[in-house]
């Protein structure tokens, strides 16, 4: 079993910077390949995939609406995946979930197998 945490929420204004952190509990999980990323949602929206990995391959996902603003990055030793979020917009207010799935699985965090319980990001002019 895989059990993920996530931290780093918060309130900031428009412009502004977040880090999310994902820490996940195995290490026997990360022996092995792997697919690990983030998504939203907002009240009253859908489920948005905002960035995800797949360690077999060089493949990083981004939704175009977080392109060249969000980045993802990886900390094996702390078996802990980061999303670093600048230019923060009004519209990235949300509940952000780390997820993970076992391979097949695509670098696009949609309907991964683990999740965590989400943390709150807002954003406010």
């Known amino acids: 079993q895989l059990q993920l945490v996530e931290s780093g929420g918060g309130s900031v204004q428009a412009g502004g910077s977040l880090r999310l952190s994902c820490a996940a509990s195995?290490?026997?999980?990360?022996?092995?390949?792997?697919?690990m990323g983030w998504f939203r949602q907002a009240p009253g929206k859908e489920r948005e995939p905002v960035a995800g990995i797949y360690t077999g391959s060089p493949s990083t996902y981004y939704a175009d609406s977080v392109k060249g603003r969000f980045t993802l990055t990886r900390d094996n030793a702390k078996n802990t995946l980061y999303l670093q979020m600048n230019s923060l917009k009004l519209e990235d207010t949300a509940m952000y979930y780390c997820?993970?799935?076992?391979?097949?699985?695509?670098?696009?965090?949609?309907?991964?197998?683990?999740r965590g319980q989400g943390t709150q990001v807002t954003v406010s002019s």
């Open positions: 195995t290490d026997t999980y990360l022996n092995y390949n792997y697919c």
């Open positions: 997820a993970a799935d076992t391979p097949p699985c695509s670098a696009i965090p949609r309907r991964y197998k683990y």
